[in-house]
Nanobody
Framework: QVQLVESGGGLVQAGDSLKLSCKAS????????VAWFRQAPGKGREFVAE????????YGTDSVKGRFTMSRDNAKNTAYLQMDNLKFEDTAVYYC???????????????WGQGTQVTVSS
């Protein structure tokens, strides 16, 4: 069983940075792939990035490549999403999720956090 708690969201201006954290409970965290998804108002959930158990990172939409950086610290049971040069279109609720295998779709992820709101003003 894994429980996830996100933090770090907030209201920022375009061009600012935020760093989201996903704190996990459970001693098996290092064996899980952790992903970030986001959901903008009126839209479906979108894959942002994932980091697998060995540290391999995959980014989703081209719009975040070069601006977002995902990482994990297994000693702290925490995954991070550093978001730089934020844009209005990055406004969404950001969720972290975990499962044993890598995936860019939300279906296989069995563990989810409650989400953290990121709002970027233009």
């Amino acid at each position: 069983q894994v429980q996830l708690v996100e933090s770090g969201g907030g209201l920022v201006q375009a061009g600012d940075s935020l760093k989201l954290s996903c704190k996990a409970s459970g001693r098996a965290f290092r064996n899980y792939t952790v992903a970030w998804f986001r959901q903008a108002p009126g839209k479906g959930r979108e894959f942002v990035a994932e980091v697998n158990w060995s540290g391999g990172i995959t980014y989703g939409t081209d719009s975040v490549k070069g601006r977002f950086t995902m990482s994990r610290d297994n000693a702290k049971n925490t995954a991070y999403l550093q978001m730089d040069n934020l844009k209005f279109e990055d406004t969404a609720v950001y969720y972290c999720a975990a499962q044993k295998l890598s995936s860019r779709v939300e279906g296989p992820y069995g563990y989810w956090g409650q989400g953290t709101q990121v709002t970027v003003s233009s």
